[in-house]
């Protein structure tokens, strides 16, 4: 089983700053690629931001220059520093996590794709 733990969600007046933090655990043997998506009442999904395990990383054109996406691969850790932020960023963000996990008995490595149970950020005065 794997978990991951969100935190850092919250209420912020417009301009101001959000940190989220994603913590992954569990049977979790290696971690392709972690990132942040976003949903809007009344909208689909959208992916915000994402880092691989190599540190390449890809935003939505709407946040580039405003969010950073940063990992700590000894933490299985994912950040999304949220700077300028906008009402239209009022969103519940999600973690979402692709990793492996191994089998021994089996000598099987298997690819999987995981979400956090999410956490509100809300842009008001």
């Known amino acids: 089983q794997v978990q991951l733990v969100e935190s850092g969600g919250g209420l912020v007046q417009p301009g101001g700053s959000l940190r989220l933090s994603c913590a992954a655990s569990g049977s979790i043997f290696s971690i392709n690629a972690m990132g942040w998506y976003r949903q809007a009442p009344g909208k689909e999904r959208e992916l915000v931001a994402a880092i691989t395990s190599g540190g390449s990383t890809n935003y939505a054109d709407s946040v580039k220059g405003r969010f950073t996406i940063s990992r700590d691969n000894a933490k299985n850790t994912v950040y999304l520093q949220m700077n300028s932020l906008k009402p239209e960023d009022t969103a519940v963000y999600y973690c979402?996590?692709?990793?492996?996990?191994?089998?021994?008995?089996?000598?099987?490595?298997?690819?999987?794709?995981?979400w956090g149970q999410g956490t509100q950020v809300t842009v008001s005065s």
């Open positions: 979402n996590a692709d990793y492996n996990s191994y089998y021994s008995d089996y000598d099987l490595t298997q690819e999987y794709d995981y």
